[in-house]
């Protein structure tokens, strides 16, 4: 079965129908749950993203350090644990610096927008089963509802708001690009994000978290939905502006984006908000596509599923959690920024069509599974067969000439949309204004400067030749 490796236990739900057969699908019971209860939860989880944030700062340089073949964070606290809350200390009593030139108000809100969207997400993650807390069977999840995944999509785009506000309040040149940058990503990157999970819709048959989890009783979704979970991966780098996908925040090129106005704690505000969402992003994934809370197998199997029930399912769910985490930090010591043009082409030319594409091979697959009688081993076979053909056929399609560039390069105005943007290849800028003049100046400058030698010369020779102070009258009769 090609679920072996990740089965775990307990009723399997409708989505499944179409892949293994299944039952019925119980969504999270809160119930029980008190306004305490509740209360527990909600703190219980703004310490573990806070303390998360700290891990993930001290976790990140350790990693890029040991590739880098450096030590990392070793002097404060043991193996340098406390390097991240000493950094925390810094910006909390660093001077805070306003802009004079901002809109005072949104300048200010904006860092508290980001970090409240990245805040909202984890409230509908489930981090395990019904336990017992102080005397109440409860699921360890704050809360759920039929169309929480749309939640947390609308919680994540909310969050870019902090980000485009802060660019745009600042009253700067580089922060606007910055806020303008980061518009245009989240609206390409969301796309194809949402996109990406309406396979696990199909599949799981419900939007709620807690039942999506439920569905991955026999096998995880990013196995049959490996293409999916590519695009989403991809998708969720972008989204959180990582590396290659900082185009936002470009040290390089925008010194540092929408955040170069920022000191103290607004810009750890906008920090604390990019680390909390790569545990939102990364929870999102375990959630939808690696099991949830679920032990993976052979751990599954043990004592008829001992290890899915009571507290042990947070062990796993945190360990998968970090494994995502640990991906972020590896791609970032190992690719470089992508340019601004190629991370637009390929958000809109490359993850778009493909999820599009998918979505629709998934959807072809599960009707005629529901309304047919064709084997599902018969049906792939048939799709991988047809898959094989297409790419066949692809490698006979001549490649496209690139058309011949003009000898003379096009002079391109980069103010011409009102705002700056680069030269593409085969394009040159206009001779600058400023260089004209700078090249008038000194050449008159150069004339003044040969005029006055002249004149030098001139007195240097009366003084030797007395005679030359009066023209002759052939000279004047020349002159006039």
């Given at each position: 079965m090609i679920g072996a490796g990740v089965m775990g236990s307990g009723p399997t739900g409708p989505g499944v129908l179409g892949l293994v057969g299944g039952g019925e699908v119980l969504p999270a019971d809160f119930s029980n749950d008190t306004w305490w209860i509740v209360l527990i939860k909600a703190v219980g989880i703004i310490v573990f993203l806070l303390t998360s944030v700290l891990i993930a700062i001290w976790f990140e340089r350790k990693v890029v350090a040991r590739m880098q073949v450096r030590p990392g964070p070793n002097v404060h606290g043991p193996f340098g644990l406390l390097q991240s809350l000493a950094d925390a200390m810094k910006l909390l009593v660093k001077e805070d610096m306003n802009v004079k030139a901002a809109d005072k108000v949104v300048y200010i809100v904006a860092p508290m927008i980001s970090v409240f969207a990245s805040l909202l997400i984890f409230a509908v993650i489930p981090l395990g089963p019904a336990v017992n807390m102080f005397g109440v069977i409860t699921p360890l999840q704050l809360t759920d509802f039929p169309v929480a995944v749309l939640y947390i999509l609308a919680a994540a785009s909310f969050g870019v708001y902090g980000i485009v506000l802060g660019g745009w309040s600042s009253g700067s040149t580089y922060p606007l690009l910055g806020a303008v940058r980061s518009t245009a990503q989240v609206i390409s990157y969301e796309l194809a994000m949402g996109l990406s999970l309406v396979s696990v819709f199909l599949l799981a048959g419900s939007m709620s978290t807690s039942?999506?989890?439920?569905?991955?009783?026999?096998?995880?979704?990013?196995?049959?939905?490996?293409?999916?979970?590519?695009?989403?991966?991809?998708s969720m780098v972008g989204e959180v502006n990582r590396l290659p996908f900082d185009l936002p925040e470009a040290e390089g090129e925008l010194v540092s984006g929408f955040m170069t106005e920022y000191s103290s704690m607004k810009f750890a505000w906008?920090?604390?908000?990019?680390?909390?969402?790569?545990?939102?992003?990364?929870?999102?994934?375990?959630?939808?596509?690696?099991?949830?809370?679920?032990?993976?197998?052979?751990?599954?199997?043990?004592?008829?599923?001992?290890?899915?029930?009571?507290?042990?399912?947070?062990?796993?769910?945190?360990?998968?959690?970090?494994f995502f985490m640990f991906l972020f930090v590896w791609i970032r010591g190992t690719l470089l920024r992508f340019r601004y043009d190629q991370f637009m082409s390929f958000g809109w030319k490359v993850l778009i069509p493909v999820a599009l594409a998918w979505i629709v091979a998934v959807a072809v697959i599960q009707g005629v599974r529901q309304f047919t009688d064709v084997d599902l081993t018969t049906l792939l076979i048939g799709l991988g067969v047809l898959a094989v053909l297409v790419i066949a056929v692809t490698f006979l399609i001549p490649e496209r000439k690139e058309p011949a560039r003009p000898a003379e390069p096009e002079v391109f105005d980069p103010y011409a949309g009102g705002y700056p943007v680069p030269p593409m290849p085969g394009q040159v800028l206009p001779p600058s204004p400023r260089r004209a003049r700078l090249a008038a100046q000194h050449a008159t400058t150069a004339g003044t400067g040969a005029t006055a030698s002249t004149g030098t010369l001139t007195a240097a020779g009366t003084a030797e030749h007395p005679t030359d102070q009066h023209p002759t009258e052939a000279e004047e009769e020349s002159r006039g």
């Open positions: 039942q999506i989890v439920q569905s991955q009783t026999t096998i995880w979704w990013f196995l049959p939905l490996l293409p999916a979970f590519v695009i989403y991966f991809i906008f920090f604390l908000a990019e680390y909390i969402n790569m545990l939102n992003v990364s929870a999102i994934a375990t959630t939808l596509f690696f099991g949830g809370w679920r032990a993976p197998w052979p751990i599954s199997a043990i004592n008829d599923g001992m290890f899915n029930e009571g507290w042990w399912p947070v062990l796993w769910f945190l360990a998968k959690l970090w």
